[in-house]
């Protein structure tokens, strides 16, 4: 199977988390999306989320309908911080016959040298890059080399959609709509849990 791993906090997913999924499985001839709900990313260790209970309920309730589209706990369940090469090796630990697929953003392409065994990373996984809302050009910045096993980068462009769940965290802790913006599905479990009603 092609199968595609889009991580994130999700806090909360959001439509331009699906809209990114649903592009790059058509770009790239994905038979399935996991989106991975990160427990303890390590690079945002110490901030305060939502509980992953709530995150992983509402990623569930956003792909549900989508038969491509699933949510996998394989990094909430395990003690953090979670680092991309551990869980990219975990997946390929249960799933050896799988070619895997890692989503990332213009933006963590840059960073990707700085994260722990970039070069494994690339062994396990086809880096999928997709352009962001101000970053979609790298400029005469070089491609970071990644070793002679590397899979080469696949490129994705998507719509620019300029939402963020940290807009969206502001807009329900001061009361305001969010009404297209997350799954109508997605906005009454958070309406029904009280979710985001003090600023993170």
Request: include cysteine.
């Amino acid at each position: 199977m092609r199968l595609g791993l889009f991580g994130g906090t999700f806090d909360p997913i959001h439509l331009g988390h699906l809209i990114l999924a649903e592009q790059c499985r058509e770009a790239c001839g994905l038979e399935r999306v996991w989106f991975v709900v990160a427990g303890e990313p390590p690079h945002k260790r110490g901030l305060a989320r939502t509980s992953v209970a709530h995150r992983l309920e509402m990623a569930r309730l956003a792909v549900a309908g989508h038969s491509a589209f699933e949510v996998s706990d394989v990094e909430a369940v395990r003690p953090g911080p979670h680092y991309s090469v551990e869980t990219l090796a975990e997946v390929k630990r249960l799933r050896p016959d799988d070619d895997l697929f890692f989503l990332i953003g213009a933006d963590s392409l840059v960073d990707l040298p700085t994260w722990r065994e970039p070069d494994r990373i690339t062994q396990l996984a086809t880096i999928v890059v997709v352009n962001r809302p101000g970053v979609e050009e790298l400029g005469d910045r070089p491609l970071p080399e990644f070793g002679p096993d590397s899979k080469p980068l696949q490129h994705v462009t998507i719509p620019p959609i300029g939402i963020a769940s940290h807009d969206l965290r502001g807009r329900l802790a001061e009361g305001r709509s969010v009404r297209y913006l997350v799954p109508r599905a997605v906005q009454a479990y958070i309406d029904a849990h009280q979710l985001y009603r003090a600023v993170f």
